[in-house]
């Protein structure tokens, strides 16, 4: 046996191949460098990559903190936006500018969505709504007053008529109740009647409290000062009392109108507004300075008032005409005339006397009736010149009182078959009734982006 093939026996490589083997050895040495080489280069990629990581998750960090920061911002800038529009509200509604727009929203109900309370024999003549927009007292030619449940629609209390002398009976009315007023904390109702007389009750009770006197005709208005217990009454005998209901005590008397004063409203500032029927004016009372300011622009006898806000108000009257009022100009803002339409055969056509009209504070949304058939509802134009229609609610009968509810979401409706001051028309198909009419609200259109 040969040396070489001995040694491949015993598993050593020959020497021709140990010779051959070297530069293989080197190449695979040169091999394994070169893959040193890429896992060392390899290496410092992955290196940079998690370097790239970690500046990619602090710029994405930064942001998130810029975006919240914004947001902050953002919603800082809301907020100082709602209290500035807030303080701005209380400002114009201290100054009595305050004019909310909601009438464009206002949709009228629909019919089966009124409710129609029946408890007086005879026309509904006047009606308050209690602060808390929870109850209705109304009022009627059958004397008797009525407290109503707004959410039930029962009879909470029934003040019934009183007869004229009879002794140890219950205190009430013993003839037309024409007007009434609750005061701003719902703690007293004041009712007045064509006795001359002004009962005072406790709203939540109904107890009879106090009776005035002191009027020489019939009551036809009455009205709180808001915040206080301060009440004003006016009358036919053409004069406007002052009465401190808490002391039950009168006040003082002012004068000026030439005829029946017809109604009266008043705020919180120490001064009222009175419609003076045939006379023709309109009149605002500076209590404080026992002056008088006084309006002309309707051509018929003025039978209804409302203020708006401190600086602006509505009346109406039996020549079928609707004014707005700003206290700094004598003459009508807006004047509206025939607003109910016309009645009567062609050629003697006559407009619907507007026997009543209701405002829904600050805003510039107002309600008229009439026995025309409907409630109107109106929109006053920006700074209160110019009055638009918005929708009629059928009615039928005489609309001899509105209300609007605090809150805005409901009207009430005293209706009876006859005119609240007299029986000129019939209309025997008409309910002496208190209706609650709910508005309806159109939903705002999305803001934009949203």
């Known amino acids: 046996m040969s040396a070489a093939a001995g040694a491949r026996k015993r598993g050593k490589p020959a020497s021709g191949a140990r010779a051959g083997a070297g530069p293989g050895k080197r190449r695979r040495k040169a091999d394994s460098a070169r893959d040193r080489g890429k896992s060392k280069g390899g290496g410092k990629m992955n290196e940079e990559t998690a370097q790239e990581k970690k500046l990619r998750l602090a710029k994405l960090y930064l942001e998130q903190l810029r975006q919240q920061e914004d947001e902050k911002a953002e919603a800082r800038e809301f907020e100082e936006d709602q209290v500035a529009g807030r303080l701005k509200e209380d400002l114009l509604e201290q100054r009595g500018r305050l004019q909310k727009s909601v009438a464009k929203e206002v949709q009228a109900p629909a019919p089966g969505d009124m409710r129609v309370l029946r408890g007086h024999q005879l026309s509904v003549t006047c009606l308050v709504i209690t602060p808390d927009d929870s109850a209705v007292f109304s009022a009627a030619k059958d004397c008797s007053i009525i407290k109503w449940s707004v959410e039930s629609g029962r009879k909470l209390h029934v003040i019934p008529r009183a007869k004229k002398g009879a002794e140890g009976q219950l205190p009430g009315h013993s003839s037309h109740v024409l007007c009434m007023a609750i005061s701003s904390d719902g703690k007293y109702l004041a009712s007045g009647d064509r006795s001359k007389l002004i009962l005072i009750w406790e709203a939540s009770s109904c107890r009879h409290l106090h009776t005035f006197?002191?009027?020489?005709?019939?009551?036809?208005?009455?009205?709180?000062?808001?915040?206080?217990?301060?009440?004003?009454?006016?009358?036919?005998?053409?004069?406007?009392?002052?009465?401190?209901?808490?002391?039950?005590?009168?006040?003082e008397t002012l004068f000026g109108h030439q005829d029946a004063v017809a109604a009266l409203d008043a705020l919180s500032r120490e001064c009222c507004v009175t419609a003076g029927g045939r006379d023709g004016t309109v009149r605002v009372w500076k209590i404080p300075e026992e002056s008088q300011l006084v309006f002309y622009g309707h051509q018929g006898s003025i039978d209804s008032i409302q203020l708006i806000n401190e600086e602006h108000?509505?009346?109406?009257?039996?020549?079928?005409?609707?004014?707005?009022?700003?206290?700094?100009?004598?003459?009508?803002?807006?004047?509206?005339?025939?607003?109910?339409?016309?009645?009567?055969?062609?050629?003697?056509?006559?407009?619907?006397?507007?026997?009543a009209v209701a405002a829904l504070l600050n805003t510039d949304l107002v309600a008229s009736g009439s026995h025309s058939g409907c409630v109107r509802l109106w929109r006053c134009g920006e700074g209160f010149r110019q009055l638009d229609p918005l929708c009629d609610i059928p009615l039928v009968g005489f609309v001899n009182s509105l209300k609007f509810s605090s809150a805005g979401d409901f009207l009430v409706a005293g209706v009876g078959q006859e005119h609240r001051l007299g029986r000129w028309w019939r209309i025997?198909?008409?309910?002496?009734?208190?209706?609650?009419?709910?508005?309806?609200r159109a939903p705002r259109p999305p803001a934009a982006g949203s």
């Open 213 to 251: 006197t002191g009027h020489r005709d019939a009551v036809s208005g009455l009205a709180f000062r808001r915040g206080t217990h301060q009440l004003y009454s006016t009358s036919h005998d053409h004069s406007v009392k002052v009465w401190d209901v808490a002391e039950n005590s009168y006040v």
């Open 313 to 355: 108000m509505v009346s109406a009257a039996d020549d079928g005409s609707l004014a707005l009022w700003g206290l700094a100009k004598k003459r009508p803002l807006a004047l509206r005339r025939e607003a109910h339409g016309l009645r009567g055969e062609p050629g003697l056509e006559q407009p619907f006397w507007v026997s």
């Open 428 to 440: 025997r198909e008409a309910r002496n009734s208190v209706c609650i009419i709910p508005l309806r």
